[in-house]
């Protein structure tokens, strides 16, 4: 399905691929340290808790705005038309 979408809007396969392959841990690393910094007074007493990730916390917000920085400054280095 990908690679049909990527040949009718004539864009190279292997840019999605590489794309997503930065994307989804920068926006789930994201989602997490925007969610630390939303509960500071909590992980400021437990600083060894902010990389726990198993026990909930992650916010939706960072993991959407910092994902679509990172899409725009992929897209913007390989000279890409994000829209």
């Not at 990908?2 to 040949?7: G, T, V």
């Not at 909590?42 to 909930?56: D, F, K, T, W």
Request: charged share 15%.
């Amino acid at each position: 399905m990908c690679k049909f979408l990527s040949k009718k809007l004539n864009v190279n396969f292997e840019d999605i691929e590489n794309l997503v392959i930065w994307l989804l841990p920068i926006s789930i690393i994201c989602a997490r340290l925007y969610y630390v910094i939303l509960s500071w007074n909590y992980y400021s007493l437990r600083p060894n808790e902010i990389i726990m990730v198993q026990n909930g916390g992650l916010s939706i917000h960072g993991g959407i705005i910092f994902g679509i920085l990172a899409a725009f400054t992929y897209c913007k280095i390989n000279k890409i038309e994000l829209f």
